[in-house]
């Protein structure tokens, strides 16, 4: 089976480099080849256009930015699809379906529940299959194939490319149709994005005790309130704490931003109150009016120390 990758962000990096650990085939493609160059030179396979990506491989993997972002690279001229409407151009010459070795999509960024189910129809029309399966996860479990995936799409599609899945995924699960997948994911993202700002004001009401910001992520860590991302990134948080700012960027703010805001569409959509979501997104838009955007997201609980904790 081979393998084709577009968008070559942090993530998708991480997962072409496990699936080159694990012997597939991969072709790339990104709006910049100097992020794929890495991979390509650990022996990936480079296409000029997403267009050609999709001529090359069996299987797409798209990692994108937004819904602006899949709409471009997509439908936009030389897009994925592109090759599927000369397939099909070819087979209505022919007179003779092409169905045994129909081209499959899987869309793994985060956007709102009605986009896939948008692009589900169109690529459905061009006789091609389409699942979402976004992830649970960063970049270190992509690298280690342990991830969560939650795929939405018909379970039929999902058996083509389970054993693909579960090579990026620790745990693989089907939770509906297209749409659902996006659905789960902006769950699984809201109490820790929430979270970040709980950890900031936490760290607001200990910090005039001035204790060393490592031993006070070990006993947040340790507590019951710790979750799974301080155990994870708490020596990363000290460190950031120390220096007053991230010698790396692994999620950027921006990134967080457009989660909430995705979070926050879709709970108006569907009339769920989301109130502390909301609150953390006002947060988080002022720290980016105050230059953190690019940051990591790490360098939120120092903003908010720096400027004295009070949401100014």
Not at 143 to 168: M, N, S
Not at 276 to 283: G, I, N, R
Request: with cysteine.
């Amino acid at each position: 089976m081979k393998i084709g990758i577009a968008g070559i962000g942090k993530m998708g990096a991480a997962i072409g480099t496990r699936l080159l650990s694990q012997g597939y085939d991969l072709t790339v493609w990104n709006r910049s080849s100097q992020k794929a160059q890495g991979l390509r030179d650990a022996g990936a396979k480079w296409a000029q256009s997403p267009q050609a990506l999709t001529a090359a491989v069996d299987v797409v993997l798209t990692l994108l930015t937004d819904e602006a972002a899949l709409d471009e690279v997509y439908a936009g001229p030389n897009g994925l699809l592109a090759e599927l409407a000369t397939m099909q151009a070819a087979s209505n010459a022919s007179g003779r379906a092409q169905l045994d070795n129909r081209k499959i999509f899987i869309d793994m960024s985060t956007v709102q529940p009605a986009k896939p189910k948008d692009m589900a129809a169109q690529i459905s029309a061009l006789g091609a299959v389409f699942l979402e399966c976004p992830v649970g996860g960063s970049v270190g479990p992509a690298k280690e194939g342990k991830l969560l995936g939650f795929v939405g799409g018909d379970a039929l599609d999902l058996e083509k490319v389970l054993p693909l899945l579960q090579t990026l995924c620790k745990r693989v699960e089907h939770v509906g149709q297209h749409g659902a997948g996006a659905t789960m994911k902006l769950a699984v993202n809201l109490p820790l994005m929430v979270y970040w700002q709980t950890l900031s004001e936490a760290l607001s009401l200990v910090e005039p005790l001035g204790l060393d910001p490592q031993r006070v992520i070990d006993i947040l860590s340790d507590s019951s309130g710790g979750p799974n991302m301080l155990k994870v990134r708490g020596t990363m948080i000290a460190q950031t704490l120390k220096q007053k700012k991230s010698d790396q960027v692994t999620v950027n703010v921006a990134t967080m931003r457009k989660d909430l805001r995705t979070m926050v569409a879709q709970g108006h959509l569907t009339h769920r109150d989301l109130p502390l979501t909301s609150l953390a997104l006002e947060k988080f838009n002022q720290a980016a009016q105050n230059g953190l955007d690019d940051k990591d997201c790490t360098e939120l609980p120092v903003w908010w120390l720096n400027q004295g904790g009070v949401g100014k």
